[in-house]
C-alpha cells in the first residue's frame, strides 16, 4: 500500500469531487472519497465498488474541526499517509440574485462566517494535520479548488461571502507554498471554470470532464512542477 500513491478527496459525494476521485481511481490512484453525509457517500461507494477495488471513503464535515480531525487521524493510521489532497468541498450560499445576502452591504455576517468554515478553515486545518507526513515522505501535493471569483484582479460586488472565501482560500495556497520551499510539497490553487453541477447549475458551459482537468494535471504532477501558483487547465490565472 505504501509504494501506492494515495488520493483523498472533499466533497467526493457529488460534482466535480466525485468526477475528479473516479478519474484518479481510473488511474490506478487509491482514492478516499470524503463527504459529510454517511448516506450519500454509501451510496456513491456502493455503485463504484464495483467498477475499482483501489477506493475507500471517510466521512468528513468540512465545517466540523471534530470531524476534519477525526477523519485525518482515521486515514494516517490506516493508510500512514495521504500523498495527494484535493481540498475540493465548497458551498456557496450567498442569496442568488438580488437577496440581501448577495450584497457586501446587507449581508449577514453568520453567511460569512459559515462560508469560510467549510471553504477555508476546514481545507486550512486539514492540510495542518496531512504535511507532516508529506514531510516525512517527502512527498505531497495539495490542491485548492478556488474559483475565477476569488480573482482580486477581477474582483466583482456579488457573491460576497464566496468570493472572500476564494480569495482567502488562494492565499492559503501562496501562504503554505512559502512554508513549503525546499520541501517536495507542492501547493496550487485551480479554478474549474463554470462547471454543470448543482452549484454551477445547468447552464454552465463546461462538463465535468473539463472542470476537472486542472485538477488532476496538478494533483498528479510526478516529478516536481509549479508551486504557490493559480491555474484554469493548464493556463496561469492572475490572483
Ligand atoms: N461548479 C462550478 O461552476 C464551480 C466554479 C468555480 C469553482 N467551483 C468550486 O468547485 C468545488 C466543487 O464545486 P461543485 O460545483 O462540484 O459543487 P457542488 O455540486 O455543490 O458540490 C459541492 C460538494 O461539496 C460538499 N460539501 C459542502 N459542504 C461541505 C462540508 N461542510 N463538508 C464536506 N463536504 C461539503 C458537498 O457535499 P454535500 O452533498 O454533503 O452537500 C458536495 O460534495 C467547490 O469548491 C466550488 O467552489 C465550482
Given at each position: 500500500?505504501?509504494?501506492?500513491?494515495?488520493?483523498?478527496?472533499?466533497?467526493a459525494?457529488?460534482?466535480?469531487?466525485?468526477?475528479?476521485?473516479?478519474?484518479?481511481?481510473?488511474?490506478?490512484?487509491?482514492?478516499?472519497?470524503?463527504?459529510?453525509n454517511?448516506?450519500?457517500?454509501?451510496?456513491?461507494?456502493?455503485?463504484?465498488?464495483?467498477?475499482?477495488?483501489?477506493?475507500?471513503?471517510?466521512?468528513?464535515?468540512?465545517?466540523?474541526?471534530?470531524?476534519?480531525r477525526?477523519?485525518?487521524?482515521g486515514?494516517?493510521?490506516k493508510?500512514?499517509?495521504?500523498?495527494?489532497?484535493?481540498?475540493?468541498?465548497?458551498?456557496?450560499?450567498?442569496?442568488a440574485?438580488?437577496?440581501?445576502?448577495?450584497?457586501?452591504?446587507?449581508?449577514n455576517?453568520?453567511?460569512?462566517?459559515?462560508t469560510?468554515?467549510?471553504?477555508?478553515?476546514g481545507?486550512?486545518?486539514?492540510?495542518?494535520?496531512?504535511?507532516?507526513?508529506?514531510?516525512?515522505?517527502?512527498f505531497?501535493?495539495?490542491?485548492?479548488?478556488?474559483?475565477?471569483?476569488?480573482?482580486?484582479?477581477d474582483?466583482?460586488?456579488?457573491?460576497?461571502?464566496?468570493r472572500?472565501s476564494?480569495?482567502?482560500?488562494?492565499a492559503l495556497?501562496?501562504i503554505?507554498?512559502?512554508?513549503?520551499?525546499?520541501?517536495?510539497?507542492?501547493?496550487n490553487?485551480v479554478?474549474?471554470?463554470?462547471?454543470?453541477?448543482?452549484?454551477?447549475?445547468?447552464?454552465?458551459?463546461?462538463?465535468?470532464?473539463?472542470?476537472?482537468?486542472?485538477?488532476i494535471?496538478?494533483?498528479?504532477?510526478?516529478?516536481?512542477?509549479?508551486?504557490?501558483?493559480?491555474?484554469?487547465?493548464?493556463?496561469?490565472?492572475d490572483?
Amino acid at each position: 500500500m505504501n509504494n501506492k500513491k494515495i488520493v483523498l478527496v472533499t466533497g467526493a459525494n457529488r460534482g466535480l469531487g466525485l468526477e475528479a476521485a473516479k478519474t484518479f481511481a481510473e488511474m490506478g490512484y487509491y482514492t478516499i472519497l470524503s463527504g459529510r453525509n454517511a448516506d450519500s457517500l454509501d451510496s456513491v461507494i456502493s455503485k463504484l465498488k464495483d467498477q475499482f477495488q483501489n477506493i475507500d471513503s471517510v466521512i468528513l464535515d468540512m465545517s466540523d474541526k471534530q470531524s476534519i480531525r477525526h477523519a485525518a487521524d482515521g486515514v494516517l493510521s490506516k493508510y500512514g499517509k495521504i500523498d495527494i489532497l484535493v481540498n475540493n468541498a465548497g458551498i456557496l450560499i450567498d442569496d442568488a440574485d438580488s437577496g440581501a445576502d448577495n450584497s457586501i452591504l446587507t449581508i449577514n455576517s453568520n453567511i460569512i462566517h459559515k462560508t469560510m468554515m467549510t471553504n477555508v478553515y476546514g481545507p486550512l486545518l486539514l492540510s495542518q494535520l496531512l504535511i507532516p507526513k508529506m514531510k516525512e515522505n517527502d512527498f505531497g501535493r495539495i490542491v485548492n479548488v478556488s474559483s475565477a471569483m476569488g480573482q482580486l484582479s477581477d474582483m466583482n460586488g456579488l457573491y460576497p461571502a464566496y468570493r472572500i472565501s476564494k480569495v482567502s482560500l488562494n492565499a492559503l495556497t501562496i501562504i503554505l507554498h512559502n512554508e513549503l520551499k525546499g520541501t517536495k510539497i507542492l501547493v496550487n490553487s485551480v479554478s474549474p471554470g463554470w462547471v454543470r453541477t448543482d452549484m454551477g447549475g445547468k447552464n454552465a458551459p463546461r462538463s465535468l470532464e473539463e472542470g476537472v482537468q486542472g485538477m488532476i494535471r496538478l494533483a498528479t504532477l510526478v516529478d516536481g512542477g509549479p508551486s504557490g501558483l493559480f491555474f484554469r487547465d493548464g493556463d496561469q490565472l492572475d490572483w
